[in-house]
């Protein structure tokens, strides 16, 4: 049984930090892509950042510099270290794996394909 059990969202005042944290079970996570997404309200679901299984990591443009996505293939976590929030940073942020190189292009979060965790809620507040 695939799951992704996420933790660490919560809320802080602008400038401040959060981590997610997500342990992946019941799939081969070292062969895997692994990230996270996010959806605000009123808002696209977008990824947010990403490691492939070659070790390439991908970052939006709006978090470059601010956020840190790191993956522990050993404990199949991957994690998002998040500083400087924003008030835009607001959204439910997804952990999100696949095992097959494909990437999440649509409108809402959680995705269609791929494997998702429940969604953990992000709120800062300026």
């Known amino acids: 049984q695939v799951q992704l059990v996420e933790s660490g969202g919560g809320s802080v005042q602008a400038g401040g930090s959060l981590r997610l944290s997500c342990t992946a079970s019941?799939?081969?996570?070292?062969?895997?892509?692994v990230g996270w997404y996010r959806q605000a309200t009123g808002n696209e679901c977008e990824l947010v950042s990403s490691?492939?299984?070659?070790?390439?990591?991908y970052y939006e443009d709006s978090v470059k510099g601010r956020f840190t996505i790191s993956q522990d293939n050993a404990k199949k976590t991957v994690s998002l270290e998040m500083n400087g929030l924003k008030s835009e940073d607001s959204a439910v942020y997804y952990c999100?794996?696949?095992?097959?190189?494909?990437?999440?292009?649509?409108?809402?979060?959680?995705?269609?394909?791929?494997?998702w965790g429940q969604g953990t809620q992000v709120t800062v507040s300026s």
């Open positions: 999100w794996a696949d095992d097959a190189s494909r990437q999440w292009f649509g409108t809402s979060c959680p995705g269609d394909f791929g494997y």
């Open positions: 019941g799939f081969s996570f070292d062969a895997s892509d």
């Open positions: 490691i492939t299984s070659e070790g390439h990591i």
